[in-house]
């Protein structure tokens, strides 16, 4: 079962991105790259990135 959590092993800032890539599979360089496109474009990837670091639990 798959589980939403921050990496630990795997981070830059607070491991969400690494986690997001982990839950779908995904390249950690992918998700990352698209989150700062979000941040820089648009504006609302920072804010989405805090609200999960809040909310997301750290894995084990």
Avoid: H, N, Q
């Avoid at 630990?8 to 360089?29: E, H, M, P």
Wanted: charged share 25%; glycine share 8%; net charge positive.
């Amino acid at each position: 079962m798959k589980k939403f959590v921050r990496s630990v092993s795997d981070k830059k800032v607070a491991g969400v991105c690494a986690g997001v890539a982990k839950y779908f599979d995904l390249d950690t360089k992918i998700v990352r790259i698209i989150w700062l496109a979000a941040i820089l474009l648009g504006g609302c990837g920072l804010l989405a990135y805090l609200i999960l670091w809040l909310v997301m639990p750290e894995e084990k």
